[in-house]
């Protein structure tokens, strides 16, 4: 069983930046992708914000972050990261980091996965 570890977050000012980290532990961890999700006060679903393939690398990003938030991650893929840069109030939400076995774009679509942090909250004051 995997579990992710999620950190970084806390309170900036807006046009300030935050790294979130994900870490991800467990002997049966063979993930396919990872990347993050996030839920606004007052928000019941969870919004889609990024996503990786650890296979290939491949990335998607949510319009709204787009061009300002870039995920990556570590040779060792089990350690994911989301360098949000420019930030605004309306990305104050709780961030939650997901590990998923099937496809990016089914994840994205979904908001369903496999294994999900606890959350990590980033509040951007105006």
């Known amino acids: 069983q995997a579990q992710l570890v999620e950190s970084g977050g806390g309170l900036v000012h807006a046009g300030g930046?935050?790294?979130?980290?994900?870490v991800a532990s467990g002997r049966a961890f063979k993930s396919y992708v990872m990347g993050w999700f996030r839920q606004a006060p007052g928000k019941e679903e969870r919004e889609f914000v990024s996503?990786?393939?650890l296979v290939d690398n491949t990335t998607y990003y949510a319009d709204s972050v787009k061009?300002?938030?870039?995920i990556s991650r570590i040779n060792a893929k089990t350690t994911v990261y989301l360098q949000m840069n420019s930030l605004k109030p309306?990305?104050?939400?709780?961030?939650?980091?997901?590990?998923?076995d099937q496809p990016a774009v089914w994840v994205m679509n979904t908001k369903r996965a496999r294994f999900w942090g606890q959350g990590t909250q980033v509040t951007v004051s105006s």
């Open 51 to 53: 996503i990786i393939n």
């Open 67 to 70: 061009d300002r938030f870039t």
């Open 90 to 100: 309306e990305d104050t939400a709780v961030y939650y980091c997901a590990a998923a």
């Open 17 to 22: 930046s935050l790294r979130l980290s994900c």
